[in-house]
Antibody
């Protein structure tokens, strides 16, 4: 079964850091473009960023709102994706989803992990 | 990059057809055929229902269809059913190699 499972969410103080993980199963992560998407409480979806496949040298793109603060990485040996989040603000409070990109659509999503930035 | 514009809510009676618009610019929707649509139930992860503007993933009902005209993409749900009551989001590729989501539309089945 193709599946994504996020972990690592929690409560963090403003200015702090957190690393989210996304474990993939049922497919080979290195062949895939992978995205992170977030959703603030009661709000819409916001695209966060992407890592391209091994064939595209794992290049990354980020939304302007997180560029310079968030970093996407992966460990294909563990079939896992990561989102390192630094300099967090209350605006980063959200449910964070990892998702697989295929044919320009996000066809597999994790269940999400909640990040709360608060003092 | 500003979010694509969707109506906040759309409603219809069972059996009717409804259309949700998604308006962008010539830097996103207008220039690329990379619009996707997602259905999201409350508290759940989104589900892909349309990709590349008008294609349906395997297993998605043919009551869902997508189209585009100029800078506006549209999702039509025909034969509206109670189970279609959910939030719907469009998403488009953008010039800057990034993606942008729409503001979201709540569909209510009367």
């Amino acid at each position: 079964e193709v599946q994504l499972v996020e972990s690592g969410g929690g409560l963090v103080q403003p200015g702090g850091s957190l690393r989210l993980s996304c474990a993939a199963s049922g497919f080979t992560l290195s062949d895939c473009y992978m995205d992170w998407v977030r959703q603030a409480p009661g709000k819409g979806l916001e695209w966060v960023g992407r890592t391209r496949s091994k064939g595209k040298n794992y290049t990354t793109e980020y939304a302007a709102s997180v560029k310079g603060r968030f970093t996407i990485s992966r460990d294909d040996s563990k079939n896992s994706l990561y989102l390192q989040m630094n300099s967090l603000t209350t605006e980063d409070t959200a449910v964070y989803y990892c998702a697989r990109l295929r044919n320009s659509g996000l066809d597999v999503w994790g269940q999400g992990t909640t990040v709360t930035v608060s003092s | 990059q500003s979010a694509l514009t969707q109506p906040a809510s759309v409603s219809g009676s069972p059996g009717q057809s409804i259309t949700i618009s998604c308006t962008g610019t010539s830097s996103d929707v207008g220039s690329y055929n990379f619009v996707s649509w997602y259905q999201q139930y409350s508290g759940k992860a989104p589900k892909l229902i349309i990709y590349e503007g008008s294609k349906r993933p395997s297993g998605v009902s043919n009551r869902f269809s997508g189209s585009k005209s100029g800078n506006t993409a549209s999702l039509t749900i025909s034969g509206l059913q109670a189970e279609d009551e959910a939030d719907y989001y469009c998403c488009s590729y953008v010039d800057s190699s990034t993606y942008v989501f729409g503001t979201g539309t709540k569909v209510t089945v009367l």
